[in-house]
């Protein structure tokens, strides 16, 4: 049961990534064969998109909840609670890598027109 739920998790997560999405909420169900359907959720304090927590919380809901001695139909992941993780406020004293090579690519571009015109017409 556990392989068809990583299955399931490893499609998810590969749209989930595509979309650039963080989620706060991840919840799994079973369906039984009479149809009644039962979910599991465990809600984050923080936004993920990081493979390794979101796969611990899918284990660690699967340990509590999944029972050997019923039978089941199907089962299913849920991310709920998302946000698109590719805009980002930044802080003014954040550590921005971005803007680090950035400003690396800047320097770079600067240093070698200096050096092709042999004197240094342009500052950064």
């Known amino acids: 049961m556990f392989s068809q739920l990583l299955l399931n998790f490893n ?3 590969e749209e989930f990534s595509i979309k650039n999405y963080e989620t706060k909420k991840v919840l799994i169900f079973f369906r039984y064969f009479d149809k009644k359907t039962y979910f599991f959720e465990q809600k984050l304090a923080f936004y993920t998109n990081d493979r390794k927590i979101l796969l611990e919380i ?3 809901i699967f340990i509590l ?3 050997k001695s019923n039978l089941y ?3 299913g992941i849920v991310f709920s609670s998302l946000k698109d993780a590719s805009f980002h406020q930044t802080h ?3 550590n921005n890598v ?3 090579n950035y400003n690396t690519d800047i320097y770079k571009l600067i240093n070698n027109i200096n050096k092709k015109y042999n004197s240094h017409k342009i500052s950064f």
């Open 98 to 100: 971005f803007t680090k």
């Open 58 to 60: 899918v284990k660690k």
């Open 92 to 94: 003014i004293f954040e």
């Open 65 to 67: 909840s999944y029972n």
């Open 11 to 13: 499609y998810l997560f």
């Open 73 to 75: 139909r199907s089962t």
